[in-house]
């Protein structure tokens, strides 16, 4: 009688928890979702502007004028655009 007793009580630890635990469903379970996506515009800090110059003549000294001529108007012509706190560096 006792054995049975202690194999019952023992029956009963064991199937007790199984019988009271929750069976969690996955569509059933509440969810939180969340998306989002963020755009910032802002101002460029730095701009490399590369140009070449090429003048062709049979004297090198004319070419030479010319295309300094040539460099001093992009310079210039670049100078009036850019912002006046802008640093612009032209590399010769």
């Known amino acids: 009688m006792m ?3 202690i194999v019952s009580l023992a029956m009963a630890a064991i ?11 996955p ?3 509440p969810v939180i979702s969340v998306s989002g996506s963020s ?13 070449s110059i090429e ?12 295309n300094d001529d040539i460099v001093k108007k992009v310079v210039k012509a670049v100078s009036n655009q850019v912002s006046p706190k ?7």
């Open 39 to 51: 755009e910032i515009k802002v101002t460029p800090d730095k701009a490399v502007i590369t140009v």
């Open 15 to 25: 199937l007790f928890p199984i019988a009271f635990a929750q069976n969690i469903n």
């Open 3 to 5: 054995k049975t007793i």
């Open 55 to 66: 003048t062709i003549d049979k004297d090198v000294t004319v070419s030479k004028k010319q």
């Open 27 to 29: 569509a059933s379970t």
């Open 86 to 92: 802008a640093i612009f560096r032209p590399i010769l």
